[in-house]
């Protein structure tokens, strides 16, 4: 055989080559298809909240509770083991909803920040690569993932009261009668919901606290209301004060 056949080509040789046509350039990008779906979200800000909610959806679907030490129980995402493809899609669509996100608001603000999309997408890859490594994850990432999964669960709530207000005050819808009611929960009777939970020695979930106030404490309280102080208590359990 000819030597020739065994050469392999030095890394300056391959420099060389690369850059032959001299420094590289870059042509002005043309809009990408995602300007449909900013489109989208700025003629109808639900269609932002669906697109939102299915996101998170995706990522809990690959999701499982685990029980620590101590009482404490996190979310994993752990049922894309055996395909690692999910993983990479849901990696995607976080960032490719943050993106969009990013350039919507800028024509038009919303409270939604894409910070929290990206925030629950950091978390992933680090739970993810956990995995990949064959290492558990540990109470510390899951803690930090869980966080940000409800964090942005309590943001899609913001969105839908700023949608739902926002609707109201351009005149292009009637607020809901029904909304107020006069046997609703006051701040001290969720703050007594709270207590009684802890006392059961039960976590303040947003089922437990919407459960005590409505079948105990006998009060009306919606379920976004519910929501967001279970997520307060907790974010400032695990955090201290924000």
């Avoid at 809990?60 to 690692?84: M, Q, T």
Wanted: glycine share 2%.
């Amino acid at each position: 055989m000819d030597d020739d056949q065994f050469y392999e080509p030095t890394e300056q040789d391959i420099e060389s080559e690369l850059n032959r046509s001299g420094p590289p350039t870059i042509e002005p990008p043309t809009p990408s298809d995602r300007t449909d779906k900013i489109v989208e979200w700025l003629t109808d800000p639900a269609v932002m909240l669906v697109d939102l909610t299915e996101t998170l959806n995706q990522i809990l679907s690959a999701c499982r509770w685990r029980y620590f030490d101590r009482g404490v129980r996190e979310l994993i995402p752990e049922k894309f083991k055996d395909n690692n493809l999910l993983s990479v899609m849901i990696d995607w669509r976080f960032l490719e909803n943050a993106e969009q996100a990013k350039i919507r608001n800028s024509i038009e603000p919303t409270p939604f920040s894409p910070d929290v999309i990206l925030d629950v997408q950091r978390h992933f890859r680090t739970c993810t690569t956990a995995f990949h490594l064959n290492e558990k994850v540990s109470l510390e990432t899951a803690h930090h993932f869980t966080d940000a999964i409800s964090h942005y669960e309590f943001q899609l709530q913001i969105l839908a009261d700023w949608i739902e207000a926002r609707a109201i005050f351009q005149g292009k819808k009637a607020p809901d009668p029904n909304r107020r009611k006069e046997n609703r929960a006051t701040d001290d009777d969720i703050a007594e919901a709270i207590k009684m939970i802890l006392d059961s020695r039960r976590a303040v979930t947003k089922k437990n606290l919407g459960d005590t106030i409505r079948l105990i404490l006998k009060k009306t309280i919606s379920n976004g209301r519910v929501q967001a102080a279970a997520h307060h208590f907790n974010r400032r359990k695990k955090n201290g004060p924000e």
